[in-house]
């Protein structure tokens, strides 16, 4: 019904920059239903960036003024800009199109990996 398709992961040194790209399709939704989570190695999944009620936007406290996460309603993407990136922002990105009692639908995901 809904597909999500991220891109734009890659192998970056620390301090630089990456923006992964999460495009949608499929049956009409509000995409501000949208975020970004991420899964290191080991670790649980935790939810990195999204949209709130209202059109305010909701960050991890680990990647806040790093981190910002916008929208092309035209173009039905979501977007993660990375900036100052570290090590521990290693992870595989999965893109989250959710809303409880409705649907919740998830991406395959890219992987992020900052060495240094």
């Known amino acids: 019904q809904v597909h999500l398709v991220e891109s734009g992961g890659g192998s970056v040194q620390s301090g630089g920059s990456l923006t992964l790209s999460c495009k949608a399709s499929g049956t009409i939704f509000n995409i501000h239903n949208m975020g970004w989570y991420r899964q290191a190695p080991g670790k649980q999944r935790e939810m990195v960036a999204s949209?709130?009620?209202?059109?305010?936007?909701n960050y991890a406290d680990s990647v806040k003024g790093r981190f910002t996460i916008t929208s092309d309603i035209a173009k039905n993407t979501v977007y993660l800009q990375m900036n100052s990136l570290k090590p521990e922002d290693t992870a595989v990105y999965y893109c989250?199109?959710?809303?409880?009692?409705?649907?919740?639908?998830w991406g395959q995901g890219t992987r992020v990996t900052v060495s240094s």
């Open positions: 949209f709130t009620s209202g059109g305010h936007t």
């Open positions: 989250r199109a959710y809303r409880v009692g409705y649907y919740n639908y």
